[in-house]
């Protein structure tokens, strides 16, 4: 089998680009509305240039987001090409459903930028929040997609007859002899799922393998990461604005750059505090339910071990063991003398159904290759699966646990700027007190450096956060049931080290010229009229 | 085959993705045309220090800010109809036409950024820089129809896909060694170019400005009448290789679309010609011109109609015969049609929207960046 890691890394370098311009994207018209309400209050002219240049940085960021969600399109129909099969059945919904979000996102954003200035305030107002709802809708239905890959819901318990320690994912709207037989073609074929379903009349012979095509959206999985991962978009995106104004700030002091700031740091101050205390501890609940190796590997847990906090927050009983890989091994090994044959048997599935049902797919199996998969015993895949899953446990636990200390720094930092900002009885006096603030310098200095705080400890608590989420879940690309082998391309070129190093170049000149070119707009003054007025020489 | 045996959820996907495509072609095509023209005078204006070419290039560039993001999720909506519908054609396609699919995508991830940073960088960093932006951003554009049309030209003469599913081999260039590609290609470049002229005349007789005019018109029709060349060349194309569309377009069901599309032709062909001859002459424009962007999108839209839906019942057709849509169609789940009908509801309602921004950028002005005192400087 090809190595797979450097397209995983691939993906991987992709996915974190589009998260930073999803993040701008969801972001900044929380700033650019609460500019407009000011403005609309004010009428100070101050608001409404600065919406233009936030507006500017809006436009190529969604263009750079745009291309790189298509390229994680691509990437999953071209470089994961079985995912095919996943997305014309448990995520179609999500995915067709975000052509809508995706489609009319853009349209108001279009309205938007050609119709700032020029329409009443208040309209420019509903406009970009009818905008903002599509582009969180389309983040919903995304998050809805990839929390799908990590906890399958509508598959019920075909997880579980391998992993006894996976609980059963929601009901089971699949049909689990289809999913099972498919599974045995593909060990003993040695080929991945797009071999078999780009064969024509392939998807005929195979039939229904879901019955509820909603199943990805009512997954409770999916509500609380669509919840956690939005928060977390948002308060980097609003975040960035927050920290280029502190900056501002402290190189010019001029106090434009205060106002803007006070304008926009109390909703990201709430969702600040949101984030971690509800969000992130729902969330982890929902790993210790749904992901039980990830949470093992999270607080590296080899062997179950007592910690009554981690248990409290974890079970709601400080009492409860964190569960171990140990327990893991030992449930698998309660299933050593039940063979994949027994599986199959015990839905319905014979030797020579399997043969005949490979043969109409066209894909050709060697019996005793097929022997040899149906008399392997499920204990040892489940082993096998797990020593694959533990080997990941430094990378997960150290950076989930680096992920929850930045965390607390963008948290306690957005707690200590707002009584800086704003004079809060009693906790602006103690704030002050303790970062020593006692002349404009040194609030200028704060403010800047507690606002890069939030944005800094956003950004790598986010991107930890999605590191754990992702690695976490190996070695399966979708939880408990499908590695990364069986949904690769079958293509040799996808591992040819001229795509990939061609792939990655493209990627990163792209992206990171396109944040050059942010940082140009959002940095420079539109001279375009002066130098064309000068050509022709008119004066003024 | 009878076309009766196709499902009806098969036939609504078809229709769909009819749909999408048609409305897709008409934008990138725009796109792709208006793109290199804008270029071009960029060019002009940084080169010979010309104000015109300046204001020109910046005016004909609002189509793009406007449209292409608006055009790029309608390959979006494509992409998604096509696993929805028909997984089994896109396993085979990312396969097979691996390395066209990657050309793509690497052109689109260049094109879309440039575009954006084309504009809002204009007058922000030095022209010469922003002339050169303008070039990748224009040249990206034509690398997409560089590997999506082998697509196209695979499932009318199946050269790549023939070989893989005899042999088990994939080739990276077979694709464009099949016969029905280049001519398909050609017949795009000028399609986009021509269109993007026209579309650009139609809409500089807003801001009456004859010069402008003139420029579009004159792209429009040169390539229109390239296209007198590309056009039967590609159609004498698929009557050596792709005899059953050959057959419906020129004697089937599809050629009384055909022959609208050439009436169509011929009708954009004189009123170009006029247009050309009194802004040139006369300097002045002719009251019809608005209407060359009209027929001009029409023709796009009709010529894809014809080229797509013209292999029905088949999706991959194999000289007189095919294979079905319905063999690479999803049968894994019952696609709920009452969501299908909601999604394309809610596109019409974007596409509504879209309507209502352009009417704002063009019609009453509002993308204006320039003055209409240093506009009228220019044009004196």
Redesign the interface.
């Known amino acids: 089998m090809s190595d797979l890691s450097p397209l995983l890394h691939l993906s991987a370098l992709g996915i974190y680009l589009h998260a930073i311009f999803v993040s701008l994207t969801l972001g900044l018209p929380l700033v650019i509305i609460s500019l407009l309400v000011k403005y609309a209050r004010s009428k100070d002219p101050v608001y409404l240039n600065s919406v233009r240049k936030v507006t ?1 940085v809006l ?2 960021n ?3 987001g ?2 790189t ?3 994680v ?2 990437g999953l ?2 470089i994961w ?1 079985g995912t ?2 996943a ?3 448990f995520v ?2 999500p ?6 979000a ?3 996102e ?6 938007f ?3 700032l200035g ?1 329409i009443k305030t208040l309209y420019s107002i509903i406009i970009i929040v009818i905008y903002w709802i599509f582009a969180l809708f389309s983040g919903l239905l995304i998050t809805s997609v990839n929390s799908w890959l990590v906890a399958p819901w509508g598959t019920g318990g075909v997880a579980q007859a391998l992993y006894p320690f996976m609980p059963s994912y929601g009901p089971l709207y699949t049909d689990p002899a289809k999913l099972v037989a498919l599974k045995i073609i593909l060990l003993a074929s040695g080929s991945p799922i ?1 071999a078999v ?8 012979e ?6 509820d ?1 909603m199943t990805a959206l009512l997954s409770p999985y999916a509500l609380v990461s669509i919840l956690h991962n939005l928060f977390a978009a948002v308060i980097i995106g609003s975040g960035v604005a927050l920290a280029a104004w502190g900056y501002r700030y402290y190189k010019t002091g001029d106090k434009r750059y205060l106002q803007l700031i006070k304008t926009s740091v109390i909703p990201v101050f709430i969702l600040v505090l949101l984030q971690p205390t509800v969000l992130g501890h729902f969330m982890g609940e929902m790993v210790v339910e749904y992901n039980p190796t990830k949470f093992a590997l999270m607080e590296g847990a080899e062997k179950t071990f007592y910690n009554p906090l981690v248990a409290l927050l974890a079970y709601g009983d400080p009492n409860h063991p964190i569960i171990g890989f140990d327990q893991f091994y030992a449930q698998c090994d309660s299933k050593k003398n039940v063979t994949l044959k027994d599986l199959a048997s015990s839905l319905g599935l014979s030797k020579d159904y399997l043969l005949n049902l490979s043969n109409k797919l066209g894909i050709s199996i060697n019996q005793e290759r097929l022997d040899q998969v149906l008399n392997t015993s499920v204990a040892d895949v489940c082993r096998n699966d797990l020593d694959a899953a533990l080997s990941r446990m430094n990378i997960v636990h150290y950076s989930y646990y680096t992920k929850i200390a930045s965390g607390i720094v963008a948290f306690l930092s957005a707690i200590a700027v707002v009584p800086v900002l704003y004079n809060v009885p009693i906790l602006t006096r103690i704030v002050r007190a303790i970062l020593r603030i006692n002349s404009e310098n040194s609030e200028k200095r704060w403010i800047f450096i507690l606002t890069l705080l939030i944005f800094l400890g956003g950004v790598l608590s986010a991107a930890l956060g999605w590191l754990v989420r992702e690695v976490g879940r190996k070695p399966w690309t979708v939880y408990g049931l499908l590695y990364p082998s069986e949904v690769a ?6 591992y040819q080290t001229s ?1 990939i190093l ?2 990655t170049f ?2 990163l000149v ?1 992206n990171l ?2 944040l050059f ?1 942010m940082y ?2 959002a940095t ?6 002066d ?3 000068r ?2 020489g ?1 004066r003024g | 085959m009878d076309p009766s045996a196709v499902p009806s959820g098969v036939l609504v996907g078809l229709l769909t993705l009819q749909l999408s495509v048609a409305i897709h072609i008409v934008f990138v095509s725009t796109t792709l045309g208006v793109g290199i023209i804008t270029a071009l005078y960029r060019t002009l204006a940084v080169k010979r ?1 010309d ?1 015109f070419a ?2 020109f290039a910046r005016r004909s560039f609002r189509i793009m ?2 449209s ?3 055009s ?2 309608w ?3 494509i ?2 109809i096509l ?2 519908f028909f ?2 054609l ?3 396609a ?3 036409l ?2 066209p ?2 050309v793509s ?2 052109s ?6 440039s ?3 084309f504009w ?6 030095k022209p010469e820089t922003h002339m050169l932006i303008g070039w990748i951003m224009a040249l990206s554009g034509f690398g997409i129809p560089l590997g999506f049309r082998t697509l196209f030209s695979e499932i009318t003469h199946p050269q790549a896909v023939g070989l893989y599913l005899s042999s088990g081999h ?1 080739d ?1 260039l077979t694709a464009y060694s099949n016969p029905v590609y280049w001519p398909l290609f050609l017949h795009t470049i000028f399609a986009t170019i021509s269109l993007g002229g026209f579309i650009i005349a139609s809409l500089e007789t807003l801001t009456k400005d004859v010069r402008g005019v003139s420029i579009g018109v004159r792209f429009g029709l040169i390539f229109l009448v390239a296209q007198l060349f590309a056009g039967p060349l590609y159609w004498y194309t698929l009557h050596y290789y792709s005899s059953y569309i050959f057959q419906n377009v020129t004697f089937g069901d599809f050629t009384p679309i055909f022959i609208i599309k050439m009436i169509l032709v011929a009708t954009l062909l004189i009123v170009s010609t006029y247009t050309w001859a009194l802004t040139s002459k006369l300097n002045t424009t002719p009251r019809s011109t608005w209407s060359l962007g009209l027929i001009a999108t029409a023709i796009v839209v009709l010529g894809e109609i014809v080229n797509d839906s013209s292999r029905y019942p088949y999706m991959v057709v194999t000289g007189d015969t095919g ?1 079905s849509a ?11 049609l009452s ?2 009908y909601i ?1 394309l509801g ?2 019409i ?2 596409i509504i ?2 309507g ?2 352009a009417y ?2 063009f019609v ?1 002005m ?2 204006r ?3 209409e005192e ?1 506009e009228e ?2 044009f004196k």
Do not use: H
């Open positions: 500017a436009a190529v969604f263009a750079l745009a291309v969600g298509t390229l399109e691509f129909v071209q090409p095919i099969l997305i014309a059945s179609l919904a995915l067709a459903l975000e052509l809508i995706f489609a009319n853009i349209v108001f954003l279009i309205l930028i050609v119709t020029r797009q379903i780009q064969m024509p009349n392939v998807s005929s195979i039939g229904v393998i879901l019955t095509p391309p079958a293509s040799p070129i996808a795509f061609a792939a493209i990627v792209v010229g396109g070119a140009i707009v420079r003054e539109l001279r375009f009229l130098l064309l007025k050509g022709l008119i | 220090s104000p300046e204001v800010i406007v292409e993001l608006f790029g999720v390959g979006t909506i992409t998604v696993a929805g997984p089994g896109v396993a085979l990312t396969n097979v691996f390395t699919i990657a995508i690497a689109i991830l260049i094109r879309i950024p575009i954006a940073i809002y960088t204009w007058g922000r960093i994939v990276p294979i319905t063999a690479f169609s999803n049968f894994y789940m019952d696609i709920p969501v299908v999604i809610f596109l309602f974007s929207v879209f209502l921004a704002y950028a009453k509002f993308v960046e320039i003055p240093i400087k220019i």
